[in-house]
Every structure is written in C-alpha cells, then in structure tokens.
C-alpha cells in the first residue's frame, strides 16, 4: 500500500516562508549576544544569580557541639529508632555524674535516605542534616563519618519544612 | 615572473599539498567547536570552554579520545565495505578542495607559485564530480552496516544528494555561459577585471547554489541522512572511534569546500572589493597575505552561515525535501538558464562589453527572476507575513459583502424601475 502523507490545509495568505526564515535567522542572532545563563560551577558556585541551594535542603549531617567543644548527644537512642534506612550506629556510655554521652555515634552516608527524622526527633538538637552537597570520598568507607568528623562539619544545617509554616515564612 | 616549473613544480606542489592539508584540517578541527560554541551561544549557553583557553583545545580531546576508543565492527556487518566506506567518504571530501585558488600567487625566487595545489582545466567540474563520489561512502556505510536506521540513511543521502546535484549543475550552467570559462583561476579574474562579483549578475545562481550546497552537504534542514530524532545516526550508526570521526571531518571537509566554492564563484574568490591593487602584477608576499584574508573572511563567513542556519531551522519532511530539489529548484534552474542565455545573446547582439554596464542589466533581471521565483515560491506572498495578513483578509472579505450587496440592491432598483 502506498504511503499517504498527511497535508494539512493551511491558510495560503498567511503563509511566508521567506519571512519566516528571515525571522528566525535573526532571532538566533540576536540571541548570540545575550545574556548566557550558565553557571560555571566549580567557580561561581551557588552565588551565581540567585541560584542558591534551599534552607530546607538535607544534605550531610553535622553534629552541634556545646560551649566546652563536646557533643550536644546525650545518647538517648532515639535518632538510631526512628531512623528509617537503619544508618545511625549509637553505643551510650556514662560519665561519673550519671551523664549520659555517645561512646560511638557512627552515620553510613550511603545508607542515609536524607529523611531528616534524626533531626526533627533529637531532643538536644544535636544532630542535624545540613545544607551542603559537595562530598566526594576516595573511599566507599570515607562515607561513614565517625562523631569527630560530624562535629567538625561547619557547613549550615536545615530548616527542615516546619508544617505549622509550610511555606518558609 | 614566470609560472613555476620543472622540479621546482614538483617540490613547489608537495609543500602546498602539506600546508592546505594541515590547514585544512585544523580548520575542521576548530570548526567543530565552533559550532559547539554557537550553538551554546544561540541557546543562551556557554558551550564547551573548559579545556585551554576559550576551550580551544577541545578538538584536541576530541580527537584524542577518538583515538582510543575501541573501533566497533558489528558481526551481521559487511566487513570489506564497513571498512572502506569511511575511506570513500574521506578522500572525496579533502580532493575537492586541491583546486580552490585562496590567494594572490606567491612569488618565489623559482618562479611565481599559485595558491592552488592544481589548476586543472577542468575546474569546478572536478569539484562536481568528486563531490559527487561522496555519496558513495555514504550510502556504502548505510547498506554495509545491515542495520536497518543506518540504511534509510543512506538511501535518503543518495536520493538526496543526486536529486540536488542536478540544480547545483544547472545553477552553474548559468554561470559558464556568462563567464565562458570552467577553471576557477579564470572565473576569480573575470570577476576582478569586471569589477562585479557574479552575485550581482547571477543572484538567483548563487541562491540555488547556496541552497543545493546544504543539500549536498547533509547539513540542517537538510540533514536527513542522519535526522538524529529518526534514525539514531543515520548512516553511521554502526561507527565508532576514527572511522565515526572520518565521517564527520567528511562533513566538516565538504561545509569547507561548498563555502570556498561559493566564494570563489560568486564573491569574487580572494578579490578583495573596491580595489584593484590587489589583482594584478606585480605580485609580492603582501598581496598574498591581504588576498588570503580576504578569501577566508568570505569562506569564514558562508561556514557561519553553516551553523546559523543550522540551529534556526528545523529539518524537512523527505517528502518536502524532494519537492523542493525536483519541483522547485529543478524547473527554476532550468528557466533560469535559459534566461541568462536569452540575455547574454541579446547583450551581444547589442554590442555592450562585459563590464559594470552588463553586470548591472544582468544583476537587473535577476532581481525580477528573483522577486517572482519568491513570489511563487513564497506562496505569492513576498515579505508579506503571517501576522497581517489576517486581518486584511477579514476586512477585504467585509468590503467584498457590503459591494455585493450594494450591487444587488441597484439591481432590485433598477427591476422595480422597470
């Protein structure tokens, strides 16, 4: 059978091709010249016309640290229990006042959804997701930050998305 | 001075093949990111800018990383004709280029040396011809691939390209009968001594040639051979590596070429305008260099159009593409021809020189070709546009009612006067 090509009727009046070719040449012209709109990462980063990452952004995690430069975590146990992909390892220990403190707080950043629970369930506000993506690692197990390095992160943590404000104000 | 010759010619040659070799392929190279960066800019976007300065140095990774990468040989392949076919397409693309004089000739203690690597007699016919075996290296690597989208592509290259070929030839049948001539040497003298670049006298030449070159070529709109959205790559789907890349320097080599041949037919070649000093003896380095500018400012200039237009246009339908190449440019050459006959025959008749004079009564009836051959081909409407013509339309249907009914009101008048 034979191939039929569709023809649309249009209307012959209001057809130009010439015109159209010329317009369209000179749009792509004039759109030599303008602004571009890329931004060059490594360099401009996220200054670069308004193109900032959200407040509510949830990256890396970080550890708040009080005034004597120790862990905010009272090693409660309640970021590892309501932790839904399991990647928060806590052992508490106990000092000789009776306070508690974490032994080992260990976060497998490759295990971590990003979900934000730990930081909305911390009693202390000591463990938080931050605003930061940049985490290239050598190393599969660079990718699970002992208590050491998630206090030495100084990146700003998130605001996570408050439901009694849902729109950030 | 004397034309160069003996063993100086020998010698004189194989440094000109070197240097037009080289150069003619670094001009691809960057040409490639040219067209990157154009694109980007076009889309408001930098394009590649990251290796070297201005991301000149792109080409280089490019082209390296083509080195390295595996060459692939698809079992279902025909092996002898997947292996060739890039070859085919290759050599043709770099041949055409042998013949283009790009500057004034260069004086040596030898003799005088012509920027040309052959002045054949035979002229742009060579180039018609060659450019012409290209298409066998396309629809070789379509049929040998025994892939289906790598097929259609070559069946659309051939289809397309010998169907523009036949208006590409008829537009420079005009040209050979106003300058009597076929070696390119000649046509860029005769352009100087007239004072006239052939655009003026043969415009509507120059726009068949002009159109039927992106045909030739396979660039957009015209590049379904390889319609990315359609058929993968077209006919180098199954190519990878060196071989992927013979294909595009292929195309890149033939943009060069078809924009050279432009310049040198219809803009004078390395004539540089409003001057004279520049055409004749005695020739010195200093002309060589000036002509030379000239001619690749020209060339620069059509191989930008090459992108332009590529990132304005989109790609025809196969149907629409044949209609224009058979049903349009086709019968225009053909009257176009012999109109030029007619006036070149009237001309004579008439006793006027070829000069400015004949030019311009040249260039006079290819303004009239020209506006009708848009009036037909832009649906009889000229720059008219889109835009306002609905509107005229309306109000002219409108007066076409109320004069019919005033026609038919005189006429109940007159029957009831009766």
């Given amino acids: 059978m034979a191939i039929t090509v569709k023809t649309v009727r249009r209307p012959v009046d209001d057809t130009s ?15 030599l010249f303008q602004k571009k709109w890329t931004m060059q990462y490594p360099e401009e ?46 052992i508490p220990g106990e000092d000789e006042q009776g306070n508690r403190y974490p032994l080992v707080f260990e976060i497998d950043e490759f295990r971590c959804i990003f979900c934000g629970y730990c930081q909305e369930v911390c009693p202390e506000e000591a463990i938080h997701v931050g605003v ?31 439901p009694a404000d849902p729109k950030g104000q | 001075m004397n034309a160069i010759s003996g063993d100086a010619f020998l010698v ?12 003619l392929m670094v001009l691809i190279a960057l040409w490639t990111l040219v067209e990157r960066r154009v694109c980007g800019f076009i889309q408001n976007r930098l394009g590649p800018n ?75 016919l060579f180039i018609l011809a060659v450019s012409s075996l290209g298409v ?64 003026v006298p043969l415009f509507v030449a120059f726009f068949l040639f002009l159109v039927s070159a992106f045909a030739e070529t396979n660039r957009l709109p015209f590049d379904l051979p390889e319609a990315e959205a359609e058929l993968v790559a077209g006919y180098h789907t199954e190519y990878s590596a060196m071989k992927f890349s013979m294909f595009y320097i292929a195309e890149y080599s033939n943009m060069v070429t078809a924009s050279a041949l432009i310049t040198t037919l219809f803009l004078g070649g390395w004539d540089i305008p409003f001057t004279q000093w520049d055409n004749a003896a005695p020739w010195t380095l200093g002309k060589t260099f000036a002509t030379f500018a000239a001619f690749w400012s020209k060339t620069l200039f059509f191989m930008f159009l090459y992108v332009w237009v590529r990132w304005t246009l989109p790609r025809f339908r196969f149907d629409q593409l044949m209609d224009l190449g058979w049903k349009v440019m086709l ?27 004949y030019m311009w009564i040249l ?41 019919a009914a005033e026609h038919d009101a005189a006429l109940e008048r007159a029957a009831q006067g009766d």
């Fill in chain 1, 17 to 31: 091709y010439v015109r159209a070719t010329l317009k369209g040449l000179s749009l792509t012209f004039k759109h």
């Fill in chain 1, 45 to 90: 980063k996220d200054a670069h016309q308004g193109w900032q990452i959200s407040p509510r952004w949830r990256g890396t995690h970080r550890m708040a640290v009080d005034e004597n430069g120790k862990a905010k975590c009272v090693a409660c146990g309640l970021c590892p229990q309501v932790c839904p992909s399991n990647c928060i390892k806590l």
């Fill in chain 1, 132 to 162: 930061h993506y940049e985490n290239s690692e050598y190393s599969r197990s660079g990718f699970v930050y002992d208590l050491e390095r998630l206090m030495k992160q100084s990146h700003p943590v998130s605001t996570l998305w408050d």
């Fill in chain 2, 12 to 23: 004189a040659s194989s440094i000109k093949v070197l240097v037009i070799f080289t150069m």
């Fill in chain 2, 50 to 124: 990251r290796v070297g300065p201005l991301g000149l140095l792109q080409p280089a990774a490019d082209g390296l990383k083509n080195f390295f990468k595996e060459e692939t040989l698809p079992p279902f392949a025909d092996r002898g004709l997947f292996m060739l076919a890039p070859m085919m397409a290759f050599v043709p693309a770099l041949l055409t280029f042998a013949i283009i004089p790009m500057a004034a000739p260069v004086p040596t203690p030898w003799g005088l040396v012509g920027t040309e690597i052959a002045d054949l007699p035979v002229g742009f």
């Fill in chain 2, 136 to 199: 066998y290296g396309i629809a070789l690597a379509g049929w040998s691939s025994n892939n289906k989208y790598a097929l259609l592509g070559g069946l659309r290259a051939a289809a397309q390209m010998i169907s523009y070929e036949i208006a590409m030839g008829l537009s420079l049948v005009a040209l050979l009968v106003l300058s009597g001539n076929i070696t390119l040497n000649a046509i860029v003298a005769q352009q100087q001594a007239s004072h006239t670049w052939y655009i």
């Fill in chain 2, 331 to 357: 019968p225009v050459a053909l009257v176009y021809v012999m109109v030029i006959a007619t006036v070149v025959a009237v001309l004579e008749v008439a006793a006027v020189r070829i000069g400015p004079l």
């Fill in chain 2, 363 to 403: 260039g006079a009836v290819n303004l009239v070709i020209a506006v009708l051959f848009f009036w037909v081909f832009d649906r009889r409407r000229l720059i008219g546009g889109a835009g306002g013509s609905r509107a005229r339309r309306v109000w002219r249907a409108e007066a076409e009612r109320t004069i």
